[in-house]
């Protein structure tokens, strides 16, 4: 948490965008299982602008999905003021600093990065995760982190009925793994 704090405050990500903490949310799309079938990634794409329909969704394009894109979807990739789906906003790929800034500061993560729904889980942003299967089944059992799938239904309903739990349990330690180790050190 302190280093994610400190890595957001060298960005000034939200302010370059317009963005409002906890008034958008953050996705990322870079998985071959999501961007080499054509049909899921449509899913996604299509549950993306939905989304957007009701809060800005962000998406720093990888540029794998950006390619396949191009190919499959050109039209989301030239933003039209005047469709519905306006606050889709596509963007750049970020850096380290922005993108844990842009991550802590998000309502909600989609996301298929293995390591941005631990992020997520870190920084107490729940996580909706577009894959089947997931490394972190801990992130799903304490209720942070949802599997949807690239099933278009499901993630716009898991986005607008996610409450996570009041309990958020330190799953991957209490942060002061460096004390304990010198104070084993020291007993032994």
């Not at 998000?106 to 995760?129: F, H, I, N």
Request: charged share 25%; aromatic share 6%; hydrophobic share 40%.
């Amino acid at each position: 948490q302190f280093a994610a704090t400190k890595a957001s405050a060298q960005s000034d990500i939200l302010a370059r965008l317009g963005l409002q903490p906890q008034r958008y949310i953050l996705a990322t799309v870079h998985r071959a299982e999501n961007t080499d079938d054509p049909q899921r990634l449509s899913n996604i794409m299509a549950a993306l602008a939905e989304l957007a329909e009701r809060e800005p969704v962000i998406l720093p394009l990888h540029p794998r999905t950006k390619k396949i894109l191009e190919a499959t979807h050109p039209s989301l990739l030239t933003p039209d003021p005047s469709r519905s789906n306006a606050s889709l906003r596509i963007i750049d790929p970020t850096g380290y600093f922005d993108i844990i800034a842009l991550e802590k500061s998000a309502r909600m993560l989609l996301t298929d990065s293995g390591g941005m729904q631990k992020e997520a889980y870190w920084l107490k942003v729940p996580c909706v995760t577009l894959r089947d299967e997931t490394e972190w089944v801990e992130t799903v059992e304490s209720g942070w982190n949802i599997l949807t799938g690239a099933d278009r239904n499901r993630i716009v309903t898991a986005v607008q009925n996610f409450t996570p739990p009041k309990d958020h349990p330190p799953l991957y330690g209490d942060g002061q793994a460096a004390v304990h180790c010198l104070k084993a050190l020291l007993e032994s």
